[in-house]
T-cell receptor, first 111, second 112 residues
Framework: QKEVEQNSGPLSVPEGAIASLNCTYSDRGSQSFFWYRQYSGKSPELIMSIYSNGDKEDGRFTAQLNKASQYVSLLIRDSQPSDSATYLCAVKPLNNNDMRFGAGTRLTVKP | AAGVIQSPRHLIKEKRETATLKCYPIPRHDTVYWYQQGPGQDPQFLISFYEKMQSDKGSIPDRFSAQQFSDYHSELNMSSLELGDSALYFC???????????FGSGTRLTVV
């Protein structure tokens, strides 16, 4: 079992819709959770971080964390074609300083 | 603002050759990470350095080595290159704490 699991997609949503991306992790002691956006051939770009249970909103993005279920999600409201990218979930385990990445979910927003 | 600088951006090498990738972290960031990302794959952690000392080691082959210098830049040395080493190599840096990384633009290595 991978430490961080994501549905690889592709996930396709129409412009203006809500895109929902999901991630589960295996290390129950993990404390830090991140969402990165990666355009093809480019480096990952940090878009959200979340450290405590609940929701965290930043513009059109909302990260949700449920440590009991070992689940973290990213909602993108009013999706735009420019949001089309691969979204990587990343988790920092408790006893490691390095980050573990999921395989990424490819999102396509259709005009 | 200064970002993580990687060089070269592209590198083409033949099998069994060696390659050196360089990374210059964001000033005052104390930790550097190296990741390898194959086509359609998620980034795989290779190795990290904290304050110029190796801190964690991931799936780095024995043919690879890395170090961090006194000016905090880091180099990834790759020897006896194989076709399967063709990938994007990212360097990232962070400061102490539960913060996300900032990635460099990556080096695309092609082994022919």
């Amino acid at each position: 079992q991978k430490e961080v699991e994501q549905n690889s997609g592709p996930l396709s949503v129409p412009e203006g819709a809500i895109a929902s991306l999901n991630c589960t992790y295996s290390d129950r002691g993990s404390q830090s959770f991140f969402w990165y956006r990666q355009y093809s051939g480019k480096s990952p770009e940090l878009i959200m971080s979340i450290y405590s249970n609940g929701d965290k909103e930043d513009g059109r993005f909302t990260a949700q964390l449920n440590k009991a279920s070992q689940y973290v999600s990213l909602l993108i409201r009013d999706s735009q074609p420019s949001d089309s990218a691969t979204y990587l979930c990343a988790v920092k385990p408790l006893n490691n300083n390095d980050m573990r990445f999921g395989a990424g979910t490819r999102l396509t927003v259709k005009p | 603002a200064a970002g993580v600088i990687q060089s070269p951006r592209h590198l083409i090498k033949e099998k069994r050759e060696t390659a050196t990738l360089k990374c210059y972290p964001i000033p005052r960031h104390d930790t550097v990470y190296w990741y390898q990302q194959g086509p359609g794959q998620d980034p795989q952690f290779l190795i990290s350095f904290y304050e110029k000392m190796q801190s964690d080691k991931g799936s780095i082959p024995d043919r690879f080595s890395a170090q961090q210098f006194s000016d905090y830049h880091s180099e990834l040395n790759m020897s006896s290159l194989e076709l399967g080493d063709s990938a994007l190599y990212f360097c990232a840096s962070s400061s102490t704490g539960n913060y996300g990384y900032t990635f460099g633009s990556g080096t695309r290595l092609t082994v022919v």
